[in-house]
């Protein structure tokens, strides 16, 4: 069995707002000088679950994929610390500014390139943008099945079993491999790689292709094929009022509340 777990490397979700500068002329977000970089917390989920699949069928092998500069090659050596097998950097400067279709058609055809993968496993979304698009694009231009949001995946005899989750519940959903499969919060903590896993990963092999070695013009990848379109990028402008309700007695205040809602249209 072939698994590929897709990683992104993003800012430390942890690190607060005021360490990101907006630039709205050029309509970008830039974090300041020595932001942490790390793998985005849904992907390392992502990583778990692959291992998981893998403590019950142990002759699977598991590929660690990353879209990005050089230095996304440190979330590749953290997931092949936690036991994943090996890695595949896709880097090239016609990758830079890649949206949701060009990093999906990107992952997509590196995918192709290793053949033969019966699993792919994404973070539900990216802890940067949310925009939760990757995972059902890849899997969109593979031509394959795809389930999102699992907290638990489990595959038998060909099949792949996902508990799914919804707004009120979870539901259990079986496709036919291969599929993709986004993996959501819910599946639990990842595990902490351990020293030995750690000391093997520098010893795990990490390929690194370009959109040539992909078969990918450069005008079809990253900004030059991107179909997203940002016509404005701010920091919203907060204008908050407070206003205090006379009244002898709560009741009164209570009434005098529902006045004002009702006035402002809101009740």
């Given amino acids: 069995m072939r698994i590929v777990v897709c990683v992104k490397q993003v800012p430390n979700p942890d690190i607060a707002a005021s360490q990101y500068r907006v630039d709205e002329q050029a309509r970008t977000v830039t974090p ?8 985005s917390p849904f ?7 692959a291992l998981r699949i893998r403590e019950v069928h142990p002759a699977a092998k598991i ?8 230095r996304a090659r440190n979330v590749l050596k953290h997931g092949l610390a936690m036991g994943a097998d090996e890695g595949v950097l896709l880097t ?3 990758f830079t500014d890649s949206d949701g279709y060009t990093t999906a058609l990107t992952l997509a055809a590196a995918i192709k390139k290793i053949g033969n993968v019966d699993l792919v496993l994404t973070g539900r979304q990216a802890a940067d943008w949310d925009s939760g698009v990757v995972g059902a694009g ?5 031509g394959v099945p795809v389930i999102s949001c699992a907290k638990e995946v489990r595959i038998e005899d060909g099949v792949v079993r996902v508990e799914r989750v919804l707004d009120d519940g979870t539901e259990i959903i079986e496709v036919p491999l291969p599929a993709v499969v986004t993996v959501s919060n819910e599946l639990g903590a990842p595990r902490t790689p351990s020293l030995r896993e750690t000391m093997r990963a520098a010893r795990k092999p990490v390929a690194a292709w370009s959109a040539s070695d992909l078969g990918l013009a450069a005008d079809a990848v990253g900004a030059a094929g991107a179909r997203r379109v940002v016509e404005r990028m701010f920091i919203p ?3 908050n009022r407070c206003e205090l ?4 007695s709560p009741e009164e205040q209570a009434a005098g509340l529902a006045l004002r809602l009702r006035e402002a249209k809101l009740i």
């Fill in 237 to 239: 402008v907060k204008q």
């Fill in 92 to 94: 090239d400067t016609a």
């Fill in 138 to 142: 890849v899997g969109e231009l593979l």
């Fill in 63 to 70: 590929t660690v994929m990353s879209l990005g500069p050089e």
């Fill in 245 to 248: 309700v006379a009244g002898s």
């Fill in 32 to 39: 300041v000088a020595g932001v942490q970089w790390v793998m």
């Fill in 43 to 49: 992907d390392e989920q992502a990583v778990e679950a």
